[in-house]
Structure formats: structure tokens, C-alpha cells
């Protein structure tokens, strides 16, 4: 296993998560004593609406793409610390061209499936992920995706073209409460899985993240979700919205995360694509 750091930019409007990927990559690399690469350069977040924010981060969203090819060709699963959601579009529908039939767990307290509207320019380019993933417009980084095998999970702040496509049956909801774990086993149905984890599906105050949002996940139910996961065969994860300090200056500890997170990455240290045999000692936990 490898870890990516994706210290660029994708829609930043500070730098504490960029700042974050870099400190939670380095952190799970320690722990786990394997090498880290880091992907592009932490900049200054710039102003405007979406549009903007994404003609400022394709150049380095174009080296993330890369390393995911590069990864994916090695048959290696991976780890990946990005700053924001919007990163995703420039990893997702890669991973999907290449395993179309897996299942897309994407951890996080919003739906991130709106699409850009005309009129609304200052839309924000993470609240569109999984929607230009699937080629509902144009990212210009792939439309792989099929949306039957996207699998939300703790969303709960949901706009409602959001909701519509839940209700619909578009995309499937694993909402938060009791037997998250045996819930989201059910939605797998035994495919492979990547894991999307956004840092704001954890209930407020229990990690700086931009957007605190009542009603997430507590450590044990994220515990739970990983456990279930690292029984399935894994193509990686990758964790954004980590921010390296909460908005008043204090450092934020990435423990618990880690802790909550590592039967999936020992699985991930110890495995490659359709290999059950060891390579390495697994993570410590």
C-alpha cells in the first residue's frame, strides 16, 4: 500500500483542507510504515463559483488523475487524502471505467448530485460530484459512473433535487441509525467496493471539518461501517475534507479517525485486486 496526498487545490474556500490532506496522509503513513507521494502543490484559495474554482484546479487535478491510472495499473488499492470533495471527480470516474460493476460507498452528510444551474454561477463545485462523475456535465475528467452503483451513506443535509433522486430510487441511502453496518452490507450485495469518505458524515464536533452537520455518525457507527467493509474486496479509499485545524486554531487529532478506519486499512496493506495473500504486516491498530 501506498498512500497519495493530493495537497492541490479543488474548490478550497480556505486552506485548512489542504493542509489537512497532507497532515492526515503523513499520519497514516506513520502508522502504518508505508511511503507516501505527494500530488501537487497546497496554493491560495482564489474566489468565484464553480466554474472558476475548477478551471483553477484542473492542472493538478490532472496529476491526481494520473496517479490514479498509475495505481490502478499497478493492481495496487489505494489510499488517497485529498482536501475537498471536489477532488473526487478526477478519481471517481476513473475507478469506475475500470470496475464498472463496483459498488461506490460514498460516506458523506450531503448528497454531492446537484448539477449546475445557469443562473446560479456561485453553485459549489463539491455539491456536484457524483453527478459530473456520471457525466450529467461535463468535468472534464471522465463520466464513468453509473449512479445504480453509488451507495450514500449518513447523508442527511439534502437539497431536494437531492432527496428526489433518493426518493426515486436513482441512488440508494444508507441513512444513519441503528445496524449502519449490516445495513450497508445489504447494499453492497458482495461487489467489490471503493470507499469515498467525507470527513463531514461524522456527527458535529467530533473532527474539524468545513461544514458541521448534527445528526452523523459517532465513532462506533463508523467502526461498524468498516468492519463490514474490510469483509469485501477493496479497491481503496480516500478521505477529504479533513482540516488540519478547527476554524479557531486548534490542531485537530486524526486518532479516533484512524482508529474507526483500520480494518480497512489493513485490508488495504495487505492485499492487492483479486489477490487474497498477504504482502505485508497489516497496519497496527
Known amino acids: 500500500m501506498k498512500i497519495t496526498i493530493y495537497a492541490g487545490n479543488a474548490g478550497d474556500r480556505n486552506d485548512r483542507g489542504m493542509r489537512g490532506a497532507v497532515d492526515l496522509g503523513s499520519a497514516i503513513a506513520e502508522r502504518c510504515g508505508v511511503p507516501a507521494r505527494t500530488v501537487a502543490a497546497t496554493v491560495k484559495p482564489i474566489e468565484g463559483g464553480w466554474a472558476e474554482q475548477l478551471q483553477a484546479a484542473a492542472p493538478n487535478l490532472r496529476l491526481l488523475a494520473q496517479r490514479v491510472v498509475e495505481r490502478l495499473d499497478a493492481g495496487e488499492p489505494m489510499v488517497i487524502t485529498m482536501g475537498r470533495c471536489a477532488a473526487s471527480i478526477a478519481t471517481l470516474p476513473l475507478v469506475a471505467r475500470r470496475f464498472p460493476d463496483a459498488a461506490i460507498v460514498y460516506f458523506d452528510a450531503h448528497g454531492d448530485c446537484n448539477v449546475p444551474v445557469e443562473d446560479r454561477v456561485t453553485d459549489y463545485l463539491g455539491g456536484m460530484v457524483i453527478s459530473g462523475a456520471a457525466g450529467e456535465w461535463d468535468t472534464g475528467f471522465g463520466q464513468d459512473v453509473d449512479l445504480t ?137
Open 149 to 285: 452503483n453509488v451507495i450514500l451513506v449518513g447523508a442527511r443535509d439534502l437539497d431536494p433535487p437531492e432527496q428526489v433522486r433518493i426518493d426515486s430510487g436513482q441512488i440508494r441511502l444508507v441513512p444513519v441509525g441503528p445496524r449502519l453496518g449490516a445495513r450497508l452490507k445489504n447494499a453492497i450485495g458482495g461487489r467489490r467496493v471503493y470507499v469515498h469518505f467525507d470527513c463531514d458524515v461524522l456527527d458535529a464536533g467530533l473532527l474539524a471539518t468545513e461544514y458541521q452537520v448534527p445528526g452523523g455518525l459517532q465513532w462506533i457507527d463508523l467502526l461498524d461501517a468498516f468492519e463490514i467493509l474490510a469483509a469485501h474486496e477493496l479497491l481503496g479509499l480516500e478521505i477529504t475534507e479533513y482540516e488540519a485545524s478547527w476554524p479557531g486554531g486548534k490542531p485537530t487529532d486524526p486518532s479516533q479517525l484512524l482508529s474507526a478506519m483500520q480494518p480497512v486499512l489493513a485490508v488495504l496493506q495487505s492485499r492487492r485486486f483479486g489477490n487474497s495473500s498477504a504482502e505485508s504486516a497489516p497496519c497496527p491498530p
